[in-house]
């Protein structure tokens, strides 16, 4: 069992920054697929970013960067220069198998943490 739990999230004028947290846990966490989605208000839920246990990223946003502390078994996203189109329900989530395939696909992964807020305003 894995338990996702993301922290950092909050209310942030645009032009600010934010760093998100996702702490895992799971003897094996060096080894999972680790990635970030969000679901606006009335939207569908979207990749944001995923790395996985070597170190390789993919990102939509240059804006954002994601990153892993295997130490810490915890995974960050550093997002700067927010707009309020960032704005969000920030979703931490762990592919255990290990697969890069399709790192942007949210069925690839098996678990999933309950959420951040994040609130850029205008």
């Known amino acids: 069992q894995v338990q996702l739990v993301e922290s950092g999230g909050g209310l942030v004028q645009a032009g600010g920054s934010l760093r998100l947290s996702c702490a895992a846990s799971g003897r094996s966490f060096s080894s999972y697929i680790m990635g970030w989605f969000r679901q606006a208000p009335g939207k569908e839920r979207e990749f944001v970013a995923a790395?996985?246990?070597?170190g390789f990223t993919s990102n939509t946003e240059d804006r954002f960067t994601i990153s892993r502390d295997k130490a810490k078994n915890t995974v960050y996203l550093q997002m700067n220069s927010l707009i309020p189109e960032d704005t969000a329900v920030y979703y931490c989530?762990?592919?255990?198998?290990?697969?890069?395939?399709?790192?942007?696909?949210?069925?690839?992964?098996?678990?999933w943490g309950q959420g951040t807020q994040v609130t850029v305003s205008s």
């Open positions: 790395i996985s246990w070597s």
């Open positions: 989530a762990a592919n255990v198998q290990g697969s890069w395939s399709r790192p942007w696909d949210g069925t690839k992964y098996d678990y």
